[in-house]
């Protein structure tokens, strides 16, 4: 007869990409099953075809799963996909009681402190300070923002928002510009409008449009960092500049809203994808350009997770 083992099942859900894992005793991760979530039409189809797929020796005994939306209710809406992740079903479908259901950068912020020296890439600043809260942003299909606050005896408490969808500041006349032709059709302009995939493109598409030279067709993301590439396309590269600058900014507002002075962290997918056209120069400069916090700012660093998985750590520290 085959031994049943235990297992933790963890699951990070973007509005792109569905990632699970299992967790050992031992609390060691598993290698992530990655899945675009456009192949499923819900979060319960792709979680029962993951449960198909493992091994007939694994029992489920704990589950924790983030997901790219506010949780309302012991339920979590996608906000850039039609997916919705329900306590109730999770645990209906998994067998078992208590399950964990958490924003996907209150996942990341709460990996932070497991973080190693190799899954950082430290793009400016001073030392953390010892003991001080920490922030983490991210560009990806969306705009996350999450922080971690000290809770005595190496214990951190993490936040749950939507600081993606805070108000944008343009800080000169080319970016009231493009915030304008921006604010038209809307009236508000987030920060997930430009700090994000989408938003990459429709930075391209504005600045195009301003300077009366429409492409003749749109350009995701990837093939404006192409373009970018290219010396001939200074839209490209102009988007990337602003986008780069934008993210500093809001990023030093993060820094100065949560006294950050344990250090703000860059996640999602689309800042390493940029390689070396994220000039982490001009992401400092509007970091830190605060007027007389200026300094405060400056002393605080600021890193790239280079690691693949950061909401999968998180999650799996919240298993018992």
Not at 27 to 41: D, F, K, L
Not at 154 to 162: H, S, V
């Amino acid at each position: 007869m085959t031994a049943i083992t235990d297992y933790g099942l963890i699951a990070d859900i973007g509005g792109t990409h569905a990632r699970f894992a299992l967790v050992d005793a031992q609390g060691n991760i598993g290698a992530p099953t990655v899945w675009m979530t456009r192949n499923y039409p819900s979060f319960a189809d792709a979680l029962m075809q993951y449960l198909k797929d493992i091994a007939d020796d694994v029992r489920i005994t704990a589950v924790a799963i983030c997901g790219a939306g506010p949780l309302l209710d012991n339920a979590i809406q996608l906000t850039n996909s039609v997916w919705r992740i329900e306590r109730s079903q999770v645990e209906a479908v998994c067998k078992v009681r208590n399950s964990v259901l958490i924003n996907d950068f209150t996942a990341i912020a709460l990996a932070l402190p497991f973080l190693a020296p190799t899954s950082l890439k430290l793009l400016g600043g001073g030392p953390p300070a010892p003991d001080a809260p920490m922030g983490v942003i991210g560009p990806g299909t969306g705009l996350g923002v999450s922080g971690l606050i000290p809770a005595g005896e190496g214990k951190y408490t993490p936040l749950a928002g939507e600081g993606g969808h805070v108000g944008l500041s343009p800080a000169s006349r080319r970016e009231i510009s493009i915030y304008s032709r921006l604010m038209e059709p809307r009236g508000h302009v987030p920060a997930e409008t430009v700090l994000s995939g989408p938003g990459l493109e429709l930075l391209y598409t504005t600045i195009a449009a301003i300077d009366g030279a429409l492409p003749e067709s749109a350009l995701g993301a990837a093939d404006i960092a192409r373009a970018a590439r290219d010396e001939e396309n200074g839209t490209a590269r102009e988007a990337i500049q602003l986008f780069t600058g934008w993210l500093g900014a809001v990023a030093g507002d993060l820094a100065l809203t949560l006294g950050a002075r344990g250090g703000i962290y860059i996640a999602g997918g689309m800042v390493p994808r940029l390689g070396e056209l994220f000039e982490a120069h001009l992401f400092r400069h509007r970091f830190e350009a605060k007027g007389p916090y200026k300094s405060y700012l400056s002393a605080i660093p600021t890193w790239l997770i280079t690691h693949e998985y950061p909401g999968l750590i998180g999650l799996a520290s919240t298993l018992p």
